[in-house]
């Protein structure tokens, strides 16, 4: 059995077979479409997600490739997609400043660029444009130029390091 939280719901699979990715997990089991395929090898960045985990009495964010990444590495830990950065309507503050900042095109890349950045967001206080280059460094656009997409990474928005629990 595997047990952890989507999101904030407490999910519980027994009949998952070991060998699948997150990416089909999130795609296939549970409807979730936002989370991209691009490479299917790690290299884009398109299927990036944010997995959770309890350190000392703080939440530790850490982004991963859903295309690689296998559910038993779920267990004990939270699942964040691109889906639940929405909240009563309201885009996340690091969607909203993708918009703000025009660090989209075709919008293919946009939920593993946004999901890199509020990865970034919810474990820096602070941090410098090299350090959200460094956080972006996993994703690919092919369509337009990063500078907006890195702008917007330092745009500000500095939140806490993890939450208490």
Request: aromatic residues 6%.
């Amino acid at each position: 059995m595997i047990e952890f939280l989507l999101n904030q719901t407490l999910t519980r699979e027994t009949d998952l077979d070991p060998n699948t990715t997150l990416l089909h997990y999130l795609r296939r089991h549970q409807g979730r479409c936002g989370t991209k395929e691009g490479c299917a090898s790690g290299d884009c960045g398109a299927c990036t997600v944010v997995l959770a985990e309890v350190e000392g009495e703080t939440l530790r964010y850490r982004s991963v490739n859903a295309c690689l990444t296998f559910v038993t590495a779920l267990h004990g830990k939270q699942l964040i997609s691109v889906e639940d950065l929405k909240h009563h309507g309201q885009l996340h503050s690091v969607q909203q400043a993708m918009v703000d900042c025009h660090g989209s095109q075709c919008g293919f890349c946009t939920p593993g660029f946004v999901m890199s950045l509020f990865c970034l967001q919810k474990n820096s206080t602070h941090y410098q444009r090299q350090q959200a280059q460094q956080a972006l460094a996993g994703n690919l656009c092919r369509c337009t130029g990063y500078r907006p997409i890195i702008d917007r990474g330092t745009a500000g928005l500095r939140k806490p390091r993890g939450r208490r629990l």
